[in-house]
């Protein structure tokens, strides 16, 4: 029995390709990141209702299905904000800014905050869901936030932009959108750890100042302000080891023409920030070979390959990829569109789209940025059998480093801290009673047969750093994803259509928060 719910998805679907599109046809943003949950309460649906049992009739259960679905989608709450600053010329200005909360199912509530000239509320809105969505996905107990100032932030001097962000602090604490029990921002583009330090400290100075766990408030933070070690190379590190999970399976490799394994594979990264930086530089450690790079001001190829720590010491000194000794400028249309068998968008959103997507040619694309496949152009990609790790969990890094990091502020201690000294000392213990059965065994004098660490346990010898730590849950909770996104791929019958996989994944999480909490519907 189709429901009423399962029949206006349908609709919606059919009718969102021509209802607020793109110039070139293509769904915008926040109709994709719709349509995505669209179609997996459609495959999920009856296997919910099934969920429930059969000592109620399917039509109550039906119900109560379709209520929970309705729930889930939209943005639970929203903030509208305009403030005045006063700019370093005298003059007064107003800005713009937002903050969505689009999942209480857990608290607090986590999401970026993005400063850019170029988005507006639906992109604030399509953000928050997306985040819910990825939290879920790789199982990050949060709901989904996010926030965004509509400036370029490039245009103001470091005094304004301090003033923005503790105007913008009061204005979220005054309306209860921002507390470590609340909502937990975090930077996304336009944003740095300062920015993060600087929202903290009003926090725990204004409305958190009799809050012991006011610190946790904001994640993203620099170390000595609470922050956490290992957070600069999260999203690439997370892409790197989502990437490793699926180029050991021939059987997805197979299904678009590759062998397993990194070596002497080719890939082209778009954007050279943190994400791009380091995922371009562990796929180079695991033997890839980096063929382009493309950032703002240009792009550089070079077949042979580019090493991505020389690109990163030229990048830093000269602000811009052009003149790379180490390869020429790209003179193509696209670089996107160059013939490569791994493809990183770490950008944008809606870099791939109905417009280009006949002319990609990679066959894996790692999404590092949010949304750089519109839904259209995915589709194209799925049919000419190309393999896209969607971006609900292949760029989550930065997430699950975030909850790291607020872990360690509301415990008030740093991972490992409390053990590092009893750990070192047992495991010399251990060490010296090896070396003691041994002159036992062999018949020989106390310290004749001496017993050293290698040089590898010599440096855990004391333990988990906050970094390694770090590192290992996600390594850990990526790897989980991926086996996660796999399963229900299999389940489902979804074949290479791992971004609905992930969209299954992160609903049925969700669905069950509200279906174990006795969720009653009015």
């Not at 932030?153 to 962000?165: A, M």
Request: hydrophobic share 40%; proline share 4%.
């Amino acid at each position: 029995m189709r429901s009423v719910y399962a029949r206006a998805l349908q609709t919606s679907l059919t009718k969102s390709y021509t209802v607020a599109t793109l110039p070139d046809g293509d769904v915008g943003f926040r109709q994709s990141v719709d349509q995505y949950y669209d179609r997996a309460a459609l495959i999920l649906e009856d296997r919910l209702v099934e969920s429930f049992g059969d000592r109620t009739p399917e039509r109550e259960r039906r119900r109560k299905v379709n209520g929970m679905l309705n729930i889930i989608k939209p943005c639970n709450t929203f903030l509208s904000m305009t403030f005045p600053i006063k700019r370093d010329n005298g003059d007064y200005e107003l800005i713009t800014a937002w903050r969505a909360q689009h999942s209480h199912h857990r608290k607090p509530c986590k999401g970026g905050i993005i400063f850019s000239d170029k988005i507006d509320a639906e992109y604030v809105k399509a953000n928050a869901a997306l985040t819910t969505y990825k939290l879920a996905c790789v199982g990050v107990p949060f709901g989904g936030a996010h926030a965004g100032v509509q400036i370029d932030p490039t245009k103001y001097s470091d005094v304004e932009l301090e003033k923005i962000v503790r105007r913008l602090t009061i204005e979220m604490a005054k309306r209860s959108f921002i507390g470590p029990a609340i909502d937990v921002p975090a930077p996304d583009l336009g944003a740095t750890d300062l920015m993060m330090s600087y929202m903290a400290d009003t926090y725990k100075s204004t409305l958190g100042h009799m809050d012991l766990n006011a610190i946790a408030t904001v994640t993203a933070k620099a170390i000595s302000q609470g922050g956490i070690r290992g957070r600069d190379a999260a999203i690439g590190l997370g892409i790197y080891y989502g990437l490793r999970t699926f180029m050991k399976e021939a059987l997805y490799l197979s299904s678009v023409g590759l062998t397993p394994g990194f070596y002497n594979k080719t890939f082209i990264v778009q954007g050279f920030g943190h994400v791009g930086l380091h995922t371009a530089k562990l796929l180079h450690s695991a033997g890839a070979r980096c063929i382009g790079v493309e950032e703002v001001g240009g792009a550089i190829y070079n077949d042979e390959g580019i090493n991505p720590d020389e690109l990163e010491e030229y990048y830093k000194e000269h602000k811009t990829l052009v003149g790379f000794p180490g390869a020429a400028a790209y003179s193509g249309d696209s670089i996107l569109e160059e013939e490569c068998d791994i493809l990183c968008p770490c950008a944008t959103h809606d870099v791939i789209h109905s417009g280009n997507v006949g002319h990609i040619k990679a066959k894996v694309i790692a999404e590092g940025a949010n949304g750089p496949i519109t839904p259209q152009a995915y589709q194209v990609l799925l049919e000419s059998n190309k393999l896209v790790l969607p971006d609900l969990f292949i760029n989550s890094g930065a997430v699950i480093v975030s909850y790291l990091e607020w872990l360690k502020n509301i415990r008030h201690v740093s991972f490992g801290r409390l053990t590092f000294k009893y750990t070192k000392d047992t495991n010399y213990m251990l060490l010296d009673s090896v070396q003691k059965s041994l002159e036992r065994i062999f018949g020989r004098k106390p310290g004749s047969i001496p017993v050293t660490p290698s040089e590898q346990f010599g440096k855990r010898i004391a333990g988990a750093s906050e970094t390694d730590i770090v590192y290992s849950s996600l390594e850990y909770t990526i790897e989980n994803a991926s086996r996660d996104l796999m399963s229900n791929a299999q389940k489902y019958d979804l074949g290479l259509d791992l971004r609905t996989a992930a969209y299954i994944t992160a609903l049925e999480k969700i669905f069950e928060v509200y279906k174990e909490a006795g969720l009653t519907l009015a």
